[in-house]
C-alpha cells in the first residue's frame, strides 16, 4: 500500500473547520448549552502522548454533545502560575546537562534556541506556542477566541477579585499552621512541586513524655490511650540521639528529630551526642502510670519517624510483639539484659470481640510475620489499629478509663496528660517519602503569619459534599476518593513567595500559588473572549488593570449591582456589559470538566469547593471526568525511560486520528491505557480501509430497490450498534464506541458482503444498505476521529461537514428479531457444515439442508415460552405436550424432542432465549434464499427440504436430526 498521507488530510480538514468556525460557539438561546473544560496546561515542556488522552475524550465529548444538537463550548488557557516554571528555566541557565538533554534529544528543541529559554516567562510562551500548535494539529475542536494565560494582566485582576471575595466571607486565615515544605527552597511546597506529582498529606502525632530524672524521652504514638499496655520503650541502637535542650526541657530524640521540632517552631539547642546503645537499660517513667519500664533496642524504630523513640505496646502493637519475640530469642553476652527481656509479658488493655486478650500475637500469628522488618507487619498493624479504634473497649488494666471505647480513651488520655504537661505534639507526612523537584526531602514545617484557604470549614465541607453529591462522575469509582478529600483536606497554604502568579491584593509580598489561581478560570473564559476583541476600552484596563473595579466582576459573575451603576464606573458600555453577562449566564456552569486521575485528591476537590463558595448553588459544577493515564508499551512514561513521544512529533509519525483512537482504544476510563506502535499501525490501517470502502460506495442515482432479509438484518445490526454506541458515548465509555464502529460494525458489514458475494448485473440492495452504515459509522466515528469521518462523509457524496452532522439517532422500526434469526440460521448452517467437511475429509458434491418439521417448531416455541414467562417442571411440560392430539399422534419421538427442547430451553443465555421466543422465521424459505450463499462457500449443489414434507429425497433419514435453528445435514 503506498504510504498514507495523514499530514495532507489533517490539513485540509483543519482548514475547512476553520473556515467554517465550527468551533467556535456563541450563546444561542433557542439551543441548549454543553460546556466543557479541561484542565489547562502548564507550559514548562511539550505535551506528549499522555496529556493526548484527557484532551482527546474532552474533544470527543465535546464533539458527541454538538453532534446531538448541544451548542458545545470547549475553551482552552495556559496555566503560567507557581514554582516549576521557575526551576526549569533555573536549571536551564545553569546549564543543566540533564534538563540540556531533556529539551534538545527528547523534545526536539535545536540547542540554538535554549539560550532564549532561560527566563520562565519565555520558557512558557515558547512551550505554549508549541502546545497550541500540537493541539490544533491534533484536531481538538477548541475555541481559541478565548484562550489566556494565567499571567496576563486582566487575569491576575480576576484572580485577585476572586481572593478578595474568599477573604471577606472568611474563607482565608491567617496563622500558623503547619506546610509541606522545601528546607531548600524555602517554600511551601504542593503537589506541582514534588516529584511523581502527590499531593502531601499531613497528620498529627502526639509525643508522651517518658521521665528519668529530670530528662524528657518523648515517644511519637498515634494512639496515646495504649499508654496503659507499656512495657518497655524502644530506640534503634545504631543510630544517633541526642540529649538537647527543647524549649525549656531537657530532652532525648534522635539527630532528625530536632530538625523536625526546628521546623514546628521549637528551639532546639544540642548538648551532647549519644549512640542508640548509650540509652540501652536505663529505665524511664511512665508518666500516666508512674512505673518504671526499660529502654530496649529495637531495629524497626526509624530515626525519621517522629523523635526516633516509641512506646513499646506488645499486648496490642504487632511490631512492638514481634520486636518482643526477636529480643527473646536472641542469645545474650551478659546475663543482665537477658533477665530484663525474660520479665516482661504483654498488658492486655483492650478488649476485642474474637481475638484472644492480646491481638497483637493474633495479628503476628495470622500474617505469619517472621521478623520485625517483615513488610506485611504494616498490614497487620493497619488492620488491628482499625479494628480495635472501631470496636475495643478499654479494660481494668486502663483504669481509670476501662469501660470506655478506644475513641473515649484516647480523648481523655489527651485530654489529662495534656493539662498536666506531660504530652506535646508533632506534625508529620503520613505519606512519606516525598521529594522536592529540586531533590530535596520534603517537611513539615509550621510557619508564622501564612494565608491558608481554610478547607476545614465545616459549613464549606458541608457545602462541596452537596455539590458532589449532585454531580455526575465519570467513572463513578472515583466519587470514593472525592469524599475522602473533602473530608480530609484543611487549611492549605495558599501564597508563595517566589514563582509567576497573582499577588494577593490585601499583602503584595505573596503570590498566591498555582493551585488555588486555578479553580474558578472556567468563568474567565467568556471575559476572556470580550478582551480578546480588542475594544479599546479593555486595552485601558490592559494596561490599568488596577483600575476595573470588583464591581464588574461582581456584575458579571455573581449578578450584582446595576448594569447602569457598573457602567458608569468602568465606562464599559451597557450594551458590552449585558451581553457579557449573558453569556455568563447562558455557558454556566461547567457540564464537563475533564482530568487525569491524579488531580482528584487537589485541583478537582479545590474546583468543586471554590465553587461552592462563589457562585450560586444552580451554577455549580455539574460533572467531572477522571481518565486513567497512557503507558508506552507497558511501561509508564518518564523521562530516565526515554519513552516520552512530544505529542506533535507523535501526530507526525502517526496521524492525529490514529494516535486519537490510539490513546482511547486499549482502557476504559477507569484504567490506564497502553499506547504502542503496532495498535497504532492496526489503527491506521483500519482507518484507511474505511475511506477507501467509502469511495466505492461513493453516491450515484439509482433506482430504489426492495430490501431482502439480508438488506434487513444489515440494518438492525446497525441499529443495535447505533444504540450501543450512543449509551456508551453518554458515559464516555470510548473504548466501546471504538470497538463498535471498528470493529463489531465491519465485522457484520463484512458477513453481508460475503453473503451477498459478486455484484450481479440486476442489482441489489447493497449499496443503498451500505451507504446507510457508512453514513452512520462516519457520524459515529466523528467525535472520536473527525478527519477520516469527513473523509468518509465527503467521499460517500454526503453535503456539509459530518462535524455538523446530527448522532445517528436508533430507529425501533430498524430492529428486526426475525431478520437477526434468519441469519444466525445461515451462520450456524455455515459453521456446523465446515465442520463436518473438516472432520470427515469429505469433498462435497451436494449438500442437502433439512429444515426442523413443523411439530418440532411448535413445541421448541412452546419450551421457550414455558421457560421463559411460564415456569413450569419438566414433567408437567412434557405432559402438556403430550395432550396435544397431533403431537400425541407422532408418539415418542414427541415426547423425546419435548424433554430436549426444554433442556435446552433451560441452559440458554437469557438474552438469547428473549430473542427467539414468538420468532419463527420460515428456516426452509431462509436456507433456500442462503443457497448461492453456500453454494459459493462449498462449491457443491445445495438442496433444501423440510423434515416431514411430501415427496422428500432423504436417503439416510438424516431429516430427523433437524432441530428449529439448526438444521440436518446431508452430504454427498
Ligand atoms: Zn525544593
Redesign the pocket.
Known amino acids: 500500500m503506498a504510504k498514507f498521507n495523514w499530514g495532507a488530510l489533517e490539513r485540509k480538514w483543519q482548514k475547512k473547520w476553520a473556515w467554517a468556525k465550527v468551533d467556535e460557539t456563541d450563546p444561542d438561546p433557542r439551543r441548549p448549552k454543553y460546556f466543557v473544560t479541561a484542565a489547562y496546561p502548564y507550559p514548562n515542556s511539550p505535551q506528549h502522548i499522555g496529556h493526548a488522552r484527557t484532551y482527546t475524550i474532552a474533544d470527543a465529548n465535546a464533539r458527541f454533545h454538538r453532534m446531538r444538537g448541544f451548542n458545545t463550548l470547549y475553551p482552552m488557557g495556559f496555566h503560567y502560575t507557581g514554582t516549576p516554571l521557575y526551576a526549569m528555566a533555573k536549571r536551564l541557565s545553569q546549564n543543566d546537562p540533564e534538563i540540556i538533554e531533556t529539551f534538545t534529544k527528547i523534545y526536539g528543541i535545536p540547542a540554538a534556541k535554549l539560550d532564549g529559554l532561560k527566563e520562565p516567562r519565555k520558557m512558557a510562551d515558547y512551550f505554549r506556542n508549541d502546545i497550541k500548535k500540537g493541539m490544533i494539529e491534533i484536531g481538538f475542536s477548541v475555541d481559541w477566541r478565548r484562550e489566556f494565560t494565567t499571567a496576563d494582566r486582566l487575569y491576575n485582576r480576576f484572580i485577585q477579585w476572586h481572593f478578595r471575595w474568599l477573604n471577606q466571607h472568611g474563607f482565608i486565615t491567617k496563622g500558623t499552621h503547619p506546610v509541606a515544605w522545601?528546607p531548600?527552597?524555602k517554600n511551601p511546597?504542593g503537589v506541582v512541586?514534588i516529584q511523581g506529582g502527590v499531593e502531601p498529606e499531613i497528620g498529627d502525632s502526639h509525643l508522651v513524655k517518658f521521665e528519668s530524672n529530670g530528662t524528657i524521652y518523648p515517644t511519637a504514638t498515634l494512639r496515646p490511650e495504649t499508654i496503659f499496655g507499656v512495657t518497655n520503650i524502644w530506640v534503634n541502637p545504631n543510630t544517633r540521639y541526642v540529649k538537647a535542650q527543647v524549649d525549656s526541657e531537657e530532652w532525648v530524640v534522635s539527630r532528625e528529630a530536632t530538625e523536625t521540632l526546628e521546623h514546628q517552631n521549637h528551639s532546639v539547642r544540642i548538648e551532647t551526642e549519644l549512640s542508640g546503645a548509650d540509652l540501652l537499660w536505663k529505665e524511664v517513667v511512665n508518666p500516666m502510670t508512674n512505673t518504671a519500664v526499660p529502654i530496649l533496642p529495637a531495629d524497626f524504630v526509624e530515626p525519621d519517624n517522629g523523635t526516633g523513640i516509641v512506646m513499646s505496646v506488645p499486648g496490642h502493637a504487632p511490631y512492638d510483639y514481634q520486636a518482643l519475640m526477636d529480643l527473646r530469642t536472641r542469645s545474650w553476652t551478659s546475663s543482665e539484659p537477658g533477665d530484663v527481656v525474660r520479665k516482661i509479658e504483654p498488658i492486655s488493655i483492650i478488649k476485642l470481640e474474637g481475638f484472644s486478650e492480646f491481638p497483637a500475637a493474633d495479628m503476628v500469628k495470622k500474617f505469619e510475620i517472621s521478623g520485625q522488618k517483615d513488610p506485611r507487619l504494616a498490614q497487620a498493624t493497619k488492620d488491628l489499629y482499625s479494628k480495635e479504634y472501631h470496636n475495643g473497649v478499654m479494660t481494668d488494666n486502663a483504669k481509670p478509663y476501662s469501660g470506655l471505647s478506644v475513641e473515649g480513651a484516647r480523648q481523655a488520655v489527651i485530654k489529662d496528660l495534656g493539662s498536666a504537661g506531660k504530652m506535646a505534639s508533632i506534625y508529620e507526612l503520613l505519606n512519606r517519602p516525598i521529594t522536592?523537584?529540586?531533590g530535596?526531602r520534603v517537611v513539615v514545617h509550621v510557619v508564622d503569619n501564612q494565608w491558608f484557604i481554610n478547607y476545614g470549614d465545616e459549613e464549606w465541607k458541608k457545602k462541596a459534599h452537596q455539590c458532589l453529591d449532585e454531580m455526575t462522575i465519570l467513572p463513578e469509582e472515583r466519587r470514593g476518593e472525592f469524599n475522602y478529600t473533602i473530608d480530609w483536606l484543611r487549611e492549605r497554604a495558599c501564597a508563595r513567595k517566589v514563582g509567576l502568579g497573582t499577588r494577593l491584593p490585601w499583602d503584595m509580598d505573596w503570590t498566591i500559588e498555582a493551585l488555588s489561581d486555578s479553580v474558578v478560570y472556567m468563568a474567565y473564559y467568556v471575559l476572556a473572549k470580550y478582551l480578546a476583541k480588542e475594544w479599546v476600552i479593555f486595552k485601558k484596563f490592559e494596561k490599568y488593570p488596577q483600575k476595573l473595579p470588583d464591581s464588574f466582576f461582581d456584575y458579571l459573575f455573581l449578578g450584582q449591582g446595576s448594569t447602569e451603576a457598573v457602567s458608569r464606573e468602568t465606562g464599559i458600555s451597557k450594551r458590552i456589559l449585558e451581553a457579557a453577562r449573558r453569556e455568563f449566564s447562558y455557558f454556566y456552569p461547567v457540564d464537563m470538566r475533564h482530568s487525569a486521575k491524579d488531580l482528584v485528591s487537589n485541583h478537582l476537590s479545590f474546583y468543586i469547593f471554590h465553587h461552592t463558595a462563589l457562585f450560586a448553588q444552580d451554577q455549580w459544577p455539574r460533572g467531572i471526568v477522571a481518565n486513567g493515564f497512557v503507558l508506552m508499551a507497558g511501561d509508564k512514561m518518564s523521562k530516565s525511560l526515554e519513552n516520552i513521544i512530544p505529542l506533535r512529533q507523535a501526530v507526525a509519525k502517526f496521524g492525529a486520528d490514529p494516535l486519537r483512537i490510539g490513546t482511547l482504544a486499549t482502557a476504559e476510563l477507569n484504567q490506564d491505557t497502553d499506547f504502542n506502535e503496532t495498535l497504532a499501525t492496526t489503527i491506521q490501517d483500519r482507518l484507511i480501509g474505511l475511506i477507501s470502502q467509502s469511495r466505492k460506495l461513493r453516491r450515484k442515482m439509482a433506482a430504489k430497490r426492495a430490501y431482502s432479509t439480508l438488506d434487513r438484518w444489515m440494518l438492525s445490526r446497525l441499529n443495535t450498534a447505533i444504540q450501543a454506541a450512543t449509551t456508551a458515548m453518554e458515559r464516555l465509555r470510548v473504548r466501546e464506541v471504538v470497538n463498535i464502529v471498528l470493529y463489531h460494525l465491519e465485522n457484520d458489514a463484512a458477513w453481508y458482503q460475503r453473503r451477498l458475494g459478486p455484484k450481479k448485473t440486476r442489482g441489489d440492495a447493497r449499496n443503498q444498505v451500505l451507504r446507510q452504515v457508512f453514513d452512520s459509522k462516519a457520524r459515529m466515528l466523528a467525535p472520536l476521529a473527525p478527519h477520516v469521518a469527513e473523509e468518509m462523509w465527503f467521499t460517500l457524496g454526503n453535503k456539509g461537514l459530518v462535524v455538523r452532522a446530527e448522532w445517528p439517532k436508533p430507529d425501533d422500526r430498524l430492529h428486526d428479531k426475525t431478520a437477526e434469526a434468519s441469519e444466525s440460521i445461515v451462520k450456524q448452517t455455515l459453521e456446523d457444515t465446515g465442520e463436518i467437511l473438516k472432520a470427515t475429509g469429505l469433498t462435497a458434491k451436494s449438500i442437502t439442508y433439512y429444515a426442523a418439521g413443523q411439530w418440532k417448531l411448535s413445541i421448541y416455541q412452546k419450551a421457550l415460552t414455558a421457560v421463559q414467562s411460564d415456569p413450569k417442571r419438566q414433567g408437567e411440560f412434557i405432559k402438556e405436550i403430550m395432550s396435544n392430539p397431533d403431537l400425541r399422534a407422532i408418539g415418542k419421538p414427541a415426547a423425546d424432542y419435548a424433554a430436549k427442547s426444554y433442556q435446552q430451553a433451560t441452559q440458554m443465555k437469557e438474552e438469547l432465549r428473549e430473542s427467539r421466543v414468538g420468532v419463527q422465521p420460515n428456516e426452509k424459505r431462509v436456507l433456500e434464499d442462503a443457497s448461492d450463499f453456500f453454494k459459493r462457500e462449498f462449491r457443491a449443489e445445495i438442496h433444501v427440504s423440510q423434515e416431514g414434507e411430501k415427496e422428500i429425497r432423504d436417503p439416510k433419514g438424516r431429516s430427523r436430526f433437524a432441530e428449529p435453528y439448526r438444521p440436518a445435514i446431508f452430504i454427498e
Open positions: 522545601c531548600n527552597d511546597v512541586d522536592c523537584r529540586c530535596t
